[in-house]
């Protein structure tokens, strides 16, 4: 089975985020930090986590890209043993049971996204209207014969769906003073 990991390609998830996920975390879509906001008010590094941010179980920190890893039944276990405590700890399931059922949700959901080799990692890209939110995900593979990932050195993108109205400017966030993001 494969399940996600968060993964750092550059130091820039650090800035991008308020809290920024530890590389190697495993990782569910997240979208459920969302669900009582409005994200027209999102302003800053919350609204760059709403729009490209996928959350590490561990830490609850954000990671902008997660990768396809192999993983066993005793990995998916765990990961939904963790996500359910947090669910229990610090979003108000209202008890375990209750948090586990959420975190398998979760944790199937993103395993649905690892139909791609090991290895091919996957962004996400969120937008907010008329109360829904809307999910995208674009799998970013190493070219034939690379081995590795390094920033700005890749790759191949497929497209589930393009929105070209709303992107996250990375570098331009990473150069404003801190306070001042948009």
Same mark, same amino acid.
């Given at each position: 089975? =494969?399940?996600? =990991? ?9 800035? *991008?985020?308020?809290h920024? /996920?530890e $590389? ?8 459920? *930090?969302?669900?009582?906001s409005?994200? /027209? ?5 919350? @609204?760059?986590?709403? +729009? !490209? ?9 954000w990671?902008?890209? #997660?990768?396809? #890893? ?5 990995? +998916? ?20 049971? !209750? /948090?586990? !059922?959420?975190?398998?949700?979760? #944790?199937?959901?993103?395993?649905s996204?690892?139909?791609? %080799?090991?290895?091919t ?12 939110? +809307?999910?995208?995900?674009r799998?970013? =593979? ?5 081995k590795?990932? @390094? !920033?700005?050195?890749?790759m191949?993108?497929e %497209?589930?769906?393009?929105? $070209?109205?709303?992107? *996250? ?7 404003? $003073? ?5």
């Open positions: 089975m =494969k399940l996600l =990991k968060t993964i750092r390609l550059d130091p820039s998830d650090t800035f *991008v985020f308020d920024a /996920a $590389p190697g975390e495993w990782a569910v879509t997240g979208t459920f *930090v969302f669900a009582n409005d994200p /027209a008010a999102l302003e800053g590094k919350e @609204r760059t986590a709403f +729009r !490209a941010g996928f959350l590490g179980v561990e830490s609850l920190g990671s902008t890209l #997660v990768q396809i #890893v192999n993983a066993s039944e005793a990995d +998916r276990n765990a990961a939904i043993e963790q996500l359910a405590q947090r669910l229990y700890d610090h979003f108000g399931a209202p008890d375990i049971q !209750a /948090a586990r !059922a959420a975190a398998e949700e979760e #944790v199937n959901f993103a395993q996204l690892c139909n791609h %080799e090991a290895d990692l996957i962004a996400i890209h969120r937008t907010g209207a008329e109360g829904e939110i +809307r999910e995208a995900f799998t970013l =593979k190493a070219r034939a014969g690379q590795t990932f @390094r !920033a700005f050195t890749f191949d993108v %497209e589930e769906e393009e929105r $070209p109205d709303d992107h *996250v400017d990375l570098m331009s966030l990473a150069q404003q $003073p801190q306070g001042e993001h948009k």
